[in-house]
């Protein structure tokens, strides 16, 4: 598996790390603050070897890196890579914000029309 992740340009393996969703979510959690393994397994149904397993592929992608604080392991993200990704999702931005507002982004609700039969009567008319 090392030569084949070797093989693999930067960002393939930065897109191959962030397929899984257990890891997006590990990257969520660390964009909001640095955590500990037993801090991160806390937020999953998955055991401490599987988050551990994770959190390899995220440093192979240079997404996180870690550093020994006490006893434990405190595990920081690196953004840096993430730029490849969204550099990379820009170029398809006009299909899904063509008028370059942020709010674009949610589908106006459209409206039902009106069902004549249902007319509140007024004042007898």
Same mark, same amino acid.
């Given at each position: 598996?090392?030569?084949?992740?070797?093989?693999?340009?930067?960002?393939?393996?930065?897109?191959? +790390? *962030?397929?899984? $969703? !257990?890891?997006? %979510?590990?990257?969520?959690? #660390?964009?909001?603050? /640095?955590?500990?393994?037993? =801090?991160?397994?806390?937020?999953? +149904? *998955?055991?401490? $070897? !599987?988050?551990? %397993?994770?959190?390899?592929? #995220?440093?192979?992608? /240079?997404?996180?890196?870690? =550093?020994?604080?006490?006893?434990?392991?405190?595990?920081?993200?690196?953004?840096?890579?993430?730029?490849?990704?969204?550099?990379?999702?820009?170029?398809?931005?006009?299909?899904?914000?063509?008028?370059?507002?942020?709010?674009?982004?949610?589908?106006?609700?459209?409206?039902?029309?009106?069902?004549?039969?249902?007319?509140?009567?007024?004042?007898?008319?």
């Amino acid at each position: 598996m090392y030569y084949r992740l070797q093989s693999m340009t930067c960002p393939d393996i930065v897109f191959k +790390a *962030i397929a899984h $969703p !257990a890891r997006r %979510q590990i990257i969520t959690l #660390l964009s909001r603050s /640095n955590c500990s393994v037993k =801090e991160l397994t806390r937020s999953f +149904a *998955i055991s401490q $070897p !599987a988050v551990s %397993q994770h959190l390899r592929e #995220l440093r192979e992608a /240079n997404l996180v890196t870690s =550093e020994k604080v006490g006893l434990e392991q405190r595990y920081k993200l690196t953004v840096e890579p993430i730029r490849l990704v969204f550099e990379w999702s820009s170029q398809y931005k006009r299909f899904f914000d063509p008028s370059g507002h942020a709010w674009s982004f949610v589908p106006a609700q459209k409206s039902s029309p009106r069902n004549p039969s249902r007319r509140k009567i007024r004042n007898g008319g």
